[in-house]
């Protein structure tokens, strides 16, 4: 048997009571704070030069079917594997962020 007990009677803690919230004077403070949010926090890559020439590598982890598309592409293309995965992601990339940043 355990020596940890419940209570049988819990405590009435008082309650503080809360002024009246008017909503739409809420509704307008949540409203009003998302803008604020939104023109102060500059995008983290808007530092940077998208014209600078790549520096990092990434891994993308490919299976048989997409690895094969990639080399179709690659050979169609008459271009390295890398500059096929540039020329999609890159752009869409940029979409992404665009979307994401504009609050779509």
Known sequence: ?????????LKSV?????????????????AGAKDHRAGQDALPWEKFDPEEQPK??????LNDYHMAM??????????S??????RILRPQIEEKARELSSGK
């Open 1 to 9: 048997m355990s020596k940890f007990q419940l209570p049988t009677q």
């Open 14 to 30: 008082p309650q503080q009571e809360l002024p009246p919230v008017d909503p739409d004077a809420l509704r307008q403070f949540t």
């Open 56 to 61: 990092y590598n990434v891994s993308v982890r």
């Open 70 to 79: 990639l080399r179709y592409l690659a050979k169609q293309m008459d271009v």
């Open 81 to 86: 594997q890398q500059k096929v995965m540039n």
